[in-house]
């Protein structure tokens, strides 16, 4: 069972360049979220989606714009990359909205690095 | 606003001793707290939530959290730590009239040696 599936675990992006992200799960999950993980920062939420057709900014969503596809899929896009955008990007997914407590499962990450 | 603070970069303890993982938080509301656990190179896993009533919470892997409200900790233990439980901790809080989302700490180390 494949869970959440992040595509591509490694990227180098010059300034300026851009990127999409891509995130699939499947868990038939109706949320999902994209996190970047920074040193001493914990996860920062970037922008998630409760349900298909509907996403939200989080803590941290300049720079950054997503899609969600379908029930499956949610993409996380870089527009014009910057190096304050070196991260550790996190997808997840969860049964039900946060407000629910259900538990997020995770992704592997994709390790970005802007030059 | 809420918060939530692991006041430790990294915690060191001997195979087979207690451990203990700090975490403090601050919520004007009701406070949803979680465990996450990371493994190098890996996404965080869930070990275990306090969403209400027993304030002693048991979850993966033989860990444990205890909630106190009267010092605003979840401080998760394990009564007999393993080699392989060397890990990046997170606590995390939502609090439960705020929209819902989820704040991190920003993470404890936790090595265990032979």
């Known amino acids: 069972n494949a869970g959440v599936t992040q595509t591509p675990k490694f990227q180098v992006l010059k300034t300026g360049q851009s990127m999409t992200l891509q995130c699939a799960q499947d868990m038939n999950h109706n949320s999902m979220y994209w996190y970047r993980q920074d040193p001493g920062m914990g996860l920062r939420l970037i922008y998630y989606s409760a349900s298909e057709g509907t996403t939200d900014k989080g803590e941290v969503p300049n720079g950054y714009n997503v899609s969600r596809l379908n029930k499956r899929e949610f993409s996380l896009r870089l527009e014009s990359a910057a190096p304050s955008q070196t991260s550790v990007y996190f997808c997840?997914?969860?049964?039900?909205?946060?407000?629910?407590?259900?538990?997020?499962?995770f992704g592997d990450g994709t390790r970005l690095s802007i030059l | 606003a809420q918060s939530v603070a692991q006041p430790e970069d990294q915690v060191n303890v001997a195979e087979g001793n207690p451990l203990t993982v700090k975490c403090t938080y601050s919520?004007?509301?009701?406070?949803?707290l979680f465990w996450y656990v990371q493994y190098p190179n890996r996404g965080l896993q869930f070990l275990l939530k306090?969403?209400?009533?027993?304030?002693l919470v048991k979850g993966s892997y033989g860990f444990e959290a205890e909630f106190n409200k009267s010092q605003t900790s979840f401080h998760l233990k394990k009564p007999s730590a393993l080699v392989s439980d060397s890990a990046l901790y997170f606590c995390a809080v939502r609090e439960g009239n705020q929209g819902g989302k989820l704040i991190f700490g920003q993470g404890t180390e936790l090595s265990v040696k032979p």
């Open positions: 919520v004007s509301g009701n406070p949803y």
């Open positions: 306090y969403i209400t009533g027993d304030n």
């Open positions: 997840a997914s969860s049964l039900g909205t946060i407000q629910t407590n259900q538990p997020q499962h």
